[in-house]
């Protein structure tokens, strides 16, 4: 066994004790005075000890921990491994002699001597290391500089910040906690006392501030943040005008415990929407993915990023990142040098609209699959820029649809929105063309026995994401307000990028295998849509300000081609579930795709040559419940969908 020096002064220190603990016990049996009586003992004991002791902490490994760093596990072992050499050496030095003059407290004295020996050094060094006694909490001082903050949640969350806030490793001192269950009401974390539960917290606030001790923020320490819970502190806390923040997650906590400081977050408008993790085939994803050649359109977009964060986390051989903003694909290219270093990556400036620079890229890198996320999405922008969201979403799609099938592409991946259900302006009319060309490729595709799986993904709203509702609140919130919202009814449908994302990932990897399910959409769960002007009320109070009172909300009405309520299903559509939890499978309306591909080149001809009027009537012929949609909206003026 291969020992480095300090190992050896580790061991060194573990065998010595052995014998002192020995001794010392009998000193402390028999006073000093004992000498005589005991003194036969201590070399008989001493030659026992050694080698056994010795032979007792290597096999517990006592030398390999590191004392500054020691923990409930060393001490275990500690205990486990004083026990054994107490128990043998005494059953040695009882087969020699027979021990008949030593009183049986003595054993027990000496094994706690040992523990104290062998712990006491480990233990003060790790308190060392922390700081001094403040790291146990025991001789916590407030510090002028510190934000006074009070804690909600009494479990480990807490114990961890209280660790930080000791070691002087974060801006904040804690004056109470608040347990959410009542259940430990009356005790303290780290000398800390729990005040008591959510209701009493503005007695509590009101309690400190008579002492001086108000706290400026509350901040919440659980793993798991309950939507529910966290709703009510947003209305408590601004009740009282404090701002809600939390810790960062367990396994970010953890990881920054006694490495540097931590830094509380703001509660995220995801958190408080709340929605169920989804246990995904994590396999599956990595099985389509592993091993496999990658490329991704719109890679510098909200979507395209993600999707390339997250196939780069499942080992493809290679892939390439294609985009026609040079910037966006500049940063995404960095991002992916710093984090996969060795993943072999291609940055690839290319337009979609443009067919032979898209055959050139995918016959040139030859990808397994494709991800297809280039798509202009801002509602206002393409109902003013017609053509520009045709030739993008629609013809942009087919000439990467083609390119893939032309060049042997296993599996084709169509991002696509739930504004192209009952599309009521031209982004979600181009984005139901699309989908409905990947369909008929798919369609043909299997019929004819060869070419990509078209897998085409549809969802709603993403959190963040580049044109969202969330930036432009918070932009609005910096300036001071107003927050503009179009209309006091409208709600939309939302997710977390990250999510999304998966569960794209998730259902690249379902596939639809079977001919049942060639040509359908893949529709992900979008959980409950939300009221634009409740997300707003949200965002305002999590700034720690009050709606209608510090940061006005102005309604500005419906903007061109934007609805109150935003669909997932056409009406003639089924939604039957997939073996993917969250994912379900759409069947909407197929078109022969000859036929399809002539409309689309008369299409891509009137766009081209910009001729808009013609454009827009050719759209609404292709698209019927665009026409429809659009009529209707324009007899009663409300926005609102059929549903």
């Known amino acids: 066994m291969r020992l480095r020096f300090k190992s050896y002064m580790t061991l060194a220190w573990d065998v010595a004790a052995a014998p002192a603990a020995f001794i010392g016990a009998l000193i402390l049996r028999y006073g000093l005075g004992g000498y005589e009586i005991t003194s036969h003992l201590w070399l008989e004991a001493t030659l026992i000890l050694l080698p056994l002791s010795t032979v007792v902490f290597l096999l517990f490994g006592l030398h390999r921990g590191v004392w500054r760093y020691v923990s409930m596990r060393d001490l275990v072992m500690i205990l486990q491994a004083a026990a054994l050499v107490v128990l043998f050496s005494y059953l040695a030095l009882f087969a020699y002699n027979r021990l008949d003059t030593m009183p049986r407290t003595v054993p027990f004295i000496n094994y706690f001597l040992l523990v104290a020996l062998l712990a006491g050094p480990r233990l003060l060094l790790r308190i060392r290391a922390e700081g001094g006694l403040g790291s146990l909490g025991l001789t916590r001082k407030a510090r002028g500089e510190a934000i006074p903050v009070l804690l909600v949640g009494a479990g480990a969350g807490t114990e961890l910040f209280l660790r930080e806030v000791d070691r002087g490793n974060t801006n904040y001192q804690p004056v109470a ?21 959510l209701d009493d917290m503005a007695a509590i606030v009101t309690d ?72 995904l085939d994590r396999e599956a994803m990595r099985g389509l993915i592993a091993g496999r050649r990658v490329l991704v359109t719109g890679a510098g977009g909200s979507i395209g990023s993600e999707l390339v964060r997250q196939v780069a986390d499942l080992g493809p051989s290679e892939i390439a990142l294609v985009d026609l903003s040079e910037f966006a694909l500049y940063t995404i290219d960095m991002e992916v040098s710093e984090r996969w270093p060795d993943l072999r990556r291609h940055m690839i400036l290319a337009d979609v609209r443009d067919p032979d620079r898209m055959g050139g890229v995918i016959g040139g890198f030859s990808p397994d699959i494709v991800f297809h996320a280039a798509a202009l999405k801002h509602v206002p922008l393409v109902e003013s820029n017609i053509e520009e969201g045709v030739l993008t979403n629609v013809i942009g799609t087919r000439h990467v649809a083609d390119a893939c099938r032309a060049h042997g592409v296993g599996v084709v991946v169509l991002i696509s929105s739930d504004k192209a259900v009952n599309p009521a302006n031209v982004m979600g009319a181009t984005k139901r063309l699309a989908e409905a060309y990947a369909q008929s490729l798919d369609i043909e595709c299997a019929r004819g026995g060869g070419g ?18 969330v930036p432009l609140f918070q932009r609005q919130l910096a300036a001071g307000g107003p927050l503009t919202v179009t209309h006091p009814e409208i709600t939309r449908y939302f997710m977390t990028i990250r999510e999304a994302v998966e569960l794209v990932l998730a259902s690249a990897a379902h596939r639809g295998v079977g001919n049942t399910e060639t040509g359908r959409i893949h529709v992900l769960d979008m959980g409950d849509p939300v009221r634009i002007q409740d997300l707003a009320r949200m965002m305002i109070r999590l700034a720690g300000l009050r709606p209608d009172r510090d940061v006005e909300i102005a309604f500005t009405g419906l903007r061109p081609g934007e609805k109150l309520y935003e669909e997932l299903l056409h009406n003639s559509e089924t939604d039957d579930a997939t073996a993917v939890e ?44 665009f026409k429809a949609e659009v009529e209707r909206i324009a007899q009663d003026g409300t926005g609102g969908s059929r549903s």
């Open 208 to 279: 400190l501030e008579a002492k001086r001790r108000r706290p400026q923020r509350v901040i919440v320490t659980k793993r798991e943040l309950n939507p529910e819970l966290l709703h009510d502190l947003l209305a408590r806390t601004e009740k009282i005008g404090l701002p809600l923040s939390r810790v960062p997650d367990m396994g970010a906590l953890e990881t920054s415990v006694g490495t540097g400081r931590v830094e509380v977050r703001q509660v995220q408008v995801e958190d408080l929407l709340g929605r169920p993790q989804r246990r």
């Open 177 to 197: 906690i608040l347990d959410e269950t009542g259940k430990r009401v009356g005790r303290s974390i780290r000398g800390l006392p729990i005040l008591g539960d």
């Open 582 to 625: 969250g994912v379900f499978l759409a069947s909407p309306r197929a078109v022969d795709l000859a036929i399809l591909r002539r409309a689309l080149d008369e299409l891509m001809g009137h766009a081209r040559a910009r001729r808009t009027d013609r454009t827009l009537t050719l759209l609404k012929e292709l698209v019927p419940e």
């Open 452 to 469: 990509p799986r078209f897998v085409t993904v549809r969802f709603g709203n993403v959190l963040g994401s580049t044109g969202s509702v």
